[in-house]
Nanobody
């Protein structure tokens, strides 16, 4: 079992930045891929970023490419998501998830955190 805890959310104005953290209780073979998803009220859960813990490869959703950066510290069992140049449409609950396949469908991820809220005002 892997437990994930997100932190770092908050309220910022458009153009601002936040740094989210995803802390894992441990890593297993079924948690080689750490992904960030977000979900706004009334909308589907969308993939934001993925990092492959083994080789460091990263993948981004089209709407955040160039603004968000995912990174990791394996020794600390932590993955970060740096959010820059935030826009009101980035407002959502942000979740991290762990799985063994680095791809977007959220059904591929076995473990999920409780989420951290990001609110961007114009």
């Amino acid at each position: 079992q892997v437990q994930l805890v997100e932190s770092g959310g908050g309220s910022v104005q458009a153009g601002g930045s936040l740094r989210l953290a995803c802390s894992a209780s441990r890593y297993t073979d079924s948690s080689n891929c750490i992904a960030w998803f977000r979900q706004a009220p009334g909308k589907e859960r969308d993939g934001v970023a993925i990092i492959n813990r083994a080789d460091g490869r990263t993948y981004y959703g089209g709407s955040v490419q160039g603004r968000f950066t995912v990174s990791q510290d394996n020794a600390k069992h932590t993955v970060w998501l740096q959010l820059n140049n935030l826009k009101p449409e980035d407002t959502a609950m942000y979740y991290c998830a762990a799985g063994s396949t680095c791809d977007w469908p959220h059904r591929l991820y076995f473990y999920w955190g409780q989420g951290t809220q990001v609110t961007v005002s114009s």
